[in-house]
């Protein structure tokens, strides 16, 4: 699993570190663990619809951070969970564009067993950055 949750660092909110040695892979380490936030088992969520996400922003932070808001928006506008299936990150005129192909289902309160509600990604301690053995991000989730 490349990501872990930090205890410490908010008692209202829920915190996590994750990684990946490119950035596609700390994206989809990053929805996961956002995710995983909601959702306890992240294998009952069935690979039942396609949605398409295209993104840009002038810094990567910026471009995760986007990502993942729109991960949750999905949630709560279109009761969707979903999961990257798909993921490039590519410098483009607008800035990183992210072309991602994620797939997932509508909340199904039969299977899917809920544990806290992700409000928003936040600001607050937000950071991504390229370190020798990849990149990470620490991440604290509005619950």
Known sequence: MPY???EHVATADAAFEAWGATPEELFTAAADA???VMLADLDTVRKEREVT???ANVEMDLLLFDFLN???FYKDARRLLLRPEYLTIVPGPAGIALHAV???EEIDFSRHDLSA???AVTLHRFKVEETAEGWRASVVLDI
Do not use: Q, S
């Open 117 to 119: 509600d992700v409000k």
């Open 102 to 104: 994620t797939r997932g």
């Open 70 to 72: 729109e991960l949750v």
């Open 34 to 36: 956002t995710l995983n």
């Open 53 to 55: 996400i295209d993104l």
């Open 4 to 6: 872990h949750y930090l």
